[in-house]
């Protein structure tokens, strides 16, 4: 339906069926994520609603999934939040695991297994702490370096492909723990004029799609 108000309507999304399916035997029955804020309300390109061009994911004709682009919440929505927001404000200062918060749980779970289960518990755990690790250090950079690109969300890495890498590695967490089994991911939004200048691209990429150079 074409309109630049809320009176918008699409589809149920291919993920979204998929979710109906199989996404009851997981906690989280899809996971919706992107690289850009973005907007849901008003006209974007030619008479339609930004809703449309911003979200990839729909669960019923008139309801959109949002995205998220913060590595940080994506982490806390797979592996909680790890106590209050006074708690987490803390083990950020501290750069504390969120995994320290549930350390004798792992302990006593680690001590039931064999040891290649060891071994494979003690491989994930760790690169968990490596993603969080990163998310951390994409935190404290965005605060000594404040982004003036209003696409990029705060507290995510410099470089788009820092961020998208670690986006990606996000979604390897979820998969491997089981957290969901359905995600959808927006590199860019449509009609996006981001810039590409890591691989030589200057110039803004909606644009250079409409010319062949």
């Known amino acids: 339906k074409r ?7 699409l589809g149920v999304t291919a993920d979204q069926v ?3 399916h199989i996404g009851r035997q997981t906690s989280l029955p899809s996971l919706e994520l992107a690289m850009d804020l973005m907007a849901t309300v008003g006209q974007c390109d030619n008479g339609y609603a930004c809703v449309y061009q911003n979200n990839l994911s729909w669960s019923s004709a008139t309801t959109p999934l949002p995205s998220e682009a ?40 680690q001590s039931t297994l064999g040891p290649e289960d060891q071994v494979r518990v003690s491989e994930y755990l760790e690169s968990v702490r490596e993603v ?11 605060r000594d370096n404040p982004l003036p690109d209003l696409d990029r969300p705060v507290g995510v890495p410099d470089s788009y492909a820092d961020h998208a890498r670690l986006m990606f590695d996000l979604q390897t ?24 200048p890591e691989i030589g691209v200057a110039d803004p990429h909606h644009p250079l799609t409409h010319h062949g150079y």
């Open 173 to 196: 967490l979820a998969f491997q723990s089981d957290t969901t089994r359905v995600i959808t991911f927006q590199l860019a939004r449509e009609t996006s004029n981001r810039t590409y």
């Open 18 to 20: 998929a979710a109906q």
């Open 70 to 109: 913060h590595p940080r919440l994506v982490f806390e929505t797979l592996f909680g939040e790890g106590g209050t927001a006074a708690d987490r404000q803390d083990a950020i200062r501290r750069r504390a695991s969120l995994l320290d918060s549930i350390g004798s749980e792992l302990k006593r779970l």
């Open 3 to 9: 309109t630049e108000s809320t009176d918008y309507q």
């Open 132 to 142: 969080e690790r990163r998310i951390q250090q994409a935190e404290e950079n965005s």
